[in-house]
């Protein structure tokens, strides 16, 4: 069976997780610092913080905007198209969801339908990088602008980039146009650190007190008395820090991710995207040239998505939708709404392998077993 998903491991971790592990010192420290200092270079972007997931970026950051601005009835947009760890966050910070449509064309959400839906008490925007391939940011700055100028508040942007590391928008990476950030290093990602995230930010003030909340609130480096427990606390924080055995796991796989790995993602999606076009009950998502896609998943559209899972299951292939809606979901059943684009598109959308395990002669097979029909 070819896998959807497969981990990797550098060789190299198993030696350089023995040495952390008898240094006495396991929990957030120097590999920690160290592991930070090469993604601030790699996203172009010195605000940045990493944490114990994905998940935990999200719901700090909604934490504090709900400190500093939340009233009775916020509401924070987002698209049900995700995992659930984009959309919990929201419920667990008391913030009430308002679901948007997505796009056919892209998977993500459908900025036409979110500039809809704004209103005055829309605190922030949640939005999915889909497989990797990233919103109009440039569209999504303007529905912002138009907010401020008619409700006198512009709404927080949050990009989940978790699908997206290393996918750029007008030649920038992801993680430095202005917006809340975050990256997933959870275990089947480009990089993984075993489980661990990031977050950036565009203000030193946000990211300095993100750093503290994600202690319990306490600095770090205060030891002005002697032992930084003793100082004073002004604003109660979380454990959600990284530590230095996920730290290092991630040192060790990032120059396989940058130097080798998403090329490889890359190249096999290029190969779809030639090799699929104009296929018989296939069509491709958009790709435009202002963008670049990481494809963490490839997603398509096919006619007949029952029989198509059926035919790859039979070849050998695993595929699925990969998420599913959240919008089903008992737990949020009171923020129903109706998405007629969503529910076209999950009769339709599929994701076939595309990382770096996927061989030229994997995907020349995957390529014909589809072209075959089913």
Same mark, same amino acid.
């Given at each position: ?7 990797f491991m550098?060789?190299?971790i198993? @030696? ?7 240094s006495g010192?396991?929990?957030?420290g120097?590999?920690?610092?160290k ?5 601030k ?5 010195q605000?940045?913080a ?8 999200? @719901?700090l950051a909604l !934490?504090m ?7 009775s009835g916020?509401?924070?947009?987002s698209?049900?198209l ?7 966050p929201?419920l ?9 449509d ?14 809809k839906k704004i209103?005055?008490? /829309?605190?922030?925007i949640m939005?999915?990088?889909? *497989?990797g ?5 440039d569209?999504?700055?303007?529905i912002?602008?138009d907010?401020e100028?008619?409700y ?5 942007v949050?990009?989940?980039?978790? !699908?997206?590391?290393g996918?750029t928008?007008? $030649?920038k990476?992801l993680?430095?146009?202005g917006n809340?950030?975050?990256f997933s290093f959870?275990? %089947?990602?480009h990089?993984?650190c075993?489980? *661990? *995230?990031?977050v950036?930010?565009s203000?030193? !003030?946000? %990211?300095?007190?993100?750093k503290?909340?994600?202690?319990y609130?306490i ?16 604003e109660f924080?979380f454990k959600? @820090?990284?530590n230095?055995?996920?730290a290092?796991?991630?040192?060790e796989?990032?120059?396989?991710v /940058? ?6 993602y ?5 190969? #779809?995207n ?17 963008r670049?896609?990481s494809?963490?998943i490839y997603?398509l559209?096919v006619?007949r998505q ?5 035919k790859m299951?039979?070849c ?6 990969? !998420?599913?809606?959240?919008d089903?979901h008992?737990?949020?059943?009171? #923020?129903?709404? #109706?998405?007629?684009s969503l529910?076209?598109?999950v ?5 076939i392998?595309? *990382? ?6 994997d ?5 014909d077993?589809?072209? $075959?029909?089913?």
């Amino acid at each position: 069976m070819i896998p959807l998903f497969k981990v990797f491991m550098s060789d190299n971790i198993s @030696h350089e997780i023995t040495k952390v592990l008898t240094s006495g010192f396991i929990s957030q420290g120097p590999q920690v610092e160290k592991f930070e200092e090469i993604l601030k270079n790699y996203f172009g972007n010195q605000n940045l913080a990493t944490t114990n997931s994905a998940t935990s970026v999200l @719901h700090l950051a909604l !934490h504090m905007l709900k400190k500093d601005v939340m009233q009775s009835g916020d509401e924070v947009l987002s698209t049900p198209l995700t995992c659930t760890a984009t959309n919990w966050p929201i419920l667990a910070n008391g913030f009430k969801l308002k679901w948007v449509d997505v796009d056919t064309n892209t998977c993500n959400i459908d900025l036409d339908d979110l500039a809809k839906k704004i209103t005055s008490k /829309t605190k922030a925007i949640m939005v999915v990088h889909w *497989g990797g391939y990233p919103v109009d940011l440039d569209k999504l700055r303007n529905i912002q602008n138009d907010a401020e100028k008619k409700y006198g508040f512009r709404p927080v942007v949050i990009e989940d980039c978790a !699908h997206a590391f290393g996918s750029t928008y007008k $030649g920038k990476r992801l993680g430095s146009h202005g917006n809340v950030c975050s990256f997933s290093f959870q275990a %089947i990602k480009h990089l993984t650190c075993g489980d *661990g *995230g990031c977050v950036t930010f565009s203000d030193e !003030h946000l %990211i300095e007190r993100f750093k503290l909340l994600r202690w319990y609130g306490i600095d770090r480096n205060d030891n002005s008395k002697g032992w930084r427990c003793e100082s004073d606390i002004p604003e109660f924080g979380f454990k959600m @820090h990284m530590n230095d055995i996920n730290a290092t796991i991630g040192m060790e796989n990032f120059p396989h991710v /940058t130097k080798r790995l998403l090329d490889l993602y890359r190249d096999n999606a290029n190969y #779809y995207n030639q090799n699929l076009e104009g296929v018989d009950g296939v069509t491709l998502l958009e790709n435009k040239s202002d963008r670049q896609s990481s494809y963490w998943i490839y997603t398509l559209k096919v006619e007949r998505q029952a029989d198509f899972v059926n035919k790859m299951k039979d070849c050998g292939i695993m595929v699925s939708r990969v !998420h599913e809606r959240n919008d089903d979901h008992s737990c949020v059943s009171q #923020y129903k709404s #109706y998405l007629p684009s969503l529910d076209r598109l999950v009769k339709e959308m599929i994701c076939i392998p595309v *990382g770096w395990w996927v061989t030229p002669e994997d995907r020349e097979y995957i390529v014909d077993c589809i072209k $075959g029909g089913w």
